[in-house]
């Protein structure tokens, strides 16, 4: 049973029929919502009955939007932990930092969440070939879970996407395409092959599920955290997906009884100086971002010049009483090092840019000591060895080892 009523443009407000595919609205070409009779659900989903179900994505099955669980396609998206840093923490200031750590999902990142929930309602309706753009993790998800549900998968990269993202692409089964251009570029390609090739686009927010699969985060971390929710989230942002997927979240979960309303957290779109469309809008007090021109970061998933969703990332970062800040390329590797030092944890140079912004609002007074901070941390440092330098140490097994300078390196 699916507790979903209509899809709804998310600027002109627009109405959709539920379970039949969609793209943008066909009035303004914005993204739409899911919507979901949100008093059934309060009323046939007490929260008691989490207890009783796996520990995955599946588990808040009542606002999802598949009808029929026979169309889920899965790899095991379990829960991911949420871990305490206190040895970062007590450096930084904070007396209770959080990440949540999206790289133990299947394909490693975060986007095993979207893909997961839009290859499903492909799925379900009978959608045989579908197509992407990706500067990033995106491509090796959507790639490996039309392989697990037997779709054909197109994936178009910019030429400069990391190699890594490329080969896990292919590995997985789908037809990778290098574009001599940025993301925006890939994606108008897809967008022109949609007739001539038959492939339903899923290109981030240009079909309404991605955000339901990443709505999860904030589903789950709601439920980790005890009901309640952390003062100040800090998100990556590059196409927005997962901080808008987490305020509509938040926003159901105060619908259904399960949250108090009024206490969300200030939530923090992080983007590097090199390609900060959402920020240069936020500063300004525009609905709308313009085209980032020259967009440039090493933190792949960041590199999006143009996000369809701009206007849902800044009401969400407006409502929330947050704010859209950027950081520069030259705190990357320093954070990189840093967290796996000091906590053993692997970050992707997208969360260390959240990083570098938590330090200066740290600076500034803009977040409290006292505050509980949460961080995403949305992928793994091991996809991008490139970032990674290890120092030339070498042991010549004929002579004896001089323990003074290995000690001292």
Not at 167 to 180: F, S, Y
Request: glycine share 10%.
């Amino acid at each position: 049973m699916s507790f979903v009523t209509h899809l709804e443009c998310a600027n002109c407000g627009k109405q959709f029929t539920a379970g039949q595919p969609h793209n943008l609205c066909t009035d303004c070409q914005r993204p739409l919502w899911v919507r979901y009779d949100l008093d059934a659900v309060k009323s046939a989903f007490p929260r008691e009955r989490l207890a009783k179900r796996p520990a995955d994505l599946w588990r808040y099955r009542e606002l999802l939007p598949y009808a029929d669980s026979a169309n889920v396609v899965s790899l095991g998206e379990t829960m991911t932990p949420i871990l305490s840093t206190p040895r970062l923490g007590a450096e930084l200031g904070l007396g209770n930092l959080l990440f949540k750590d999206e790289s133990r999902l299947p394909t490693g990142s975060f986007k095993a969440r979207g893909m997961a929930m839009a290859i499903t309602m492909a799925n379900e309706f009978g959608i045989w070939r579908v197509a992407c753009p990706t500067a990033g993790n995106a491509g090796g998800a959507m790639a490996a879970y039309a392989s697990r549900a037997g779709m054909e998968s197109y994936v178009f990269m910019p030429d400069d996407t990391p190699v890594i993202n490329m080969k896990e692409t292919h590995l997985a089964g789908a037809t990778v395409v290098q574009v001599n251009g940025l993301i925006n570029d890939c994606g108008r390609l897809v967008g022109e092959g949609r007739e001539p090739m038959g492939w339903f686009d899923l290109s981030t927010l240009k079909e309404p599920y991605r955000i339901e699969g990443k709505k999860t985060m904030g589903l789950e971390l709601a439920e980790q955290l005890d009901w309640e929710l952390p003062d100040v989230i800090l998100y990556p942002t590059g196409g927005g997906t997962g901080l808008v997927g987490m305020w509509k979240a938040f926003a159901e979960l105060e619908a259904i009884g399960w949250l108090p309303h009024g206490k969300r957290p200030r939530m923090i779109s992080c983007q590097s100086e090199g390609c900060a469309p959402v920020v240069s809008a936020y500063a300004a007090g525009e609905k709308h971002a313009p085209p980032f021109e020259n967009a440039h970061t090493v933190a792949s998933g960041l590199r999006v010049p143009v996000a369809v969703g701009d206007f849902m990332i800044l009401n969400a970062v407006r409502e929330s009483g947050g704010s859209a800040v950027t950081a520069p390329e030259s705190c990357i590797e320093e954070w990189m090092t840093r967290l796996a030092k000091l906590e053993g944890l692997a970050i992707c140079p997208e969360t260390a840019i959240c990083m570098g912004v938590l330090d200066q609002l740290l600076a500034k007074g803009e977040i409290q000591p006292s505050e509980r901070v949460l961080v995403f941390n949305t992928g793994g440092a091991m996809k991008y060895p490139e970032l990674i330098e290890i120092p030339s140490r070498h042991h010549d097994l004929g002579q004896a080892p001089d323990w003074k300078a290995i000690a001292e390196s």
